[in-house]
Nanobody, 119 residues
Framework: QVQLAESGGGLVHPGGSLGLSCAAS????????MGWYRQAPGKQRELVAV???????HYGTSVYGRFTISSDNAKNMVYLQMNNLKPEDTAVYYC?????????????WGQGTRVTVSS
């Protein structure tokens, strides 16, 4: 079992920056990767960024070049630095962890933190 707690959401003006954090607790040694997804009103949840335990990263096309994901394995934390934010980045951002449960992979999700980009 893994518990995830996000923090750092809020209101920001277009062109501004915001950082999100996610703390993992529980059986963290079995986490293969962590990441961020987001869901805007009326839209499907979409990938923002993921990072593996080894540090490999992958970004969604809509945020590539503007967002940066990083992690601190010793602290069981994952971060998302969001720059040059646009109104279309407005969404609830969810932290996720890919957990290896024997031969199965289980995805855990946080409660989400809201990001609003508006003037």
């Amino acid at each position: 079992q893994v518990q995830l707690a996000e923090s750092g959401g809020g209101l920001v003006h277009p062109g501004g920056s915001l950082g999100l954090s996610c703390a993992a607790s529980g059986s963290v040694s079995n986490i293969n990767a962590m990441g961020w997804y987001r869901q805007a009103p009326g839209k499907q949840r979409e990938l923002v960024a993921v990072i593996t335990r080894g540090g490999a990263t992958h970004y969604g096309t809509s945020v590539y070049g503007r967002f940066t994901i990083s992690s601190d394995n010793a602290k069981n934390m994952v971060y998302l630095q969001m720059n040059n934010l646009k109104p279309e980045d407005t969404a609830v951002y969810y932290c996720t962890a890919e957990y290896q449960d024997g031969l199965e992979v289980v995805d855990y999700w946080g409660q989400g933190t809201r990001v609003t980009v508006s003037s």
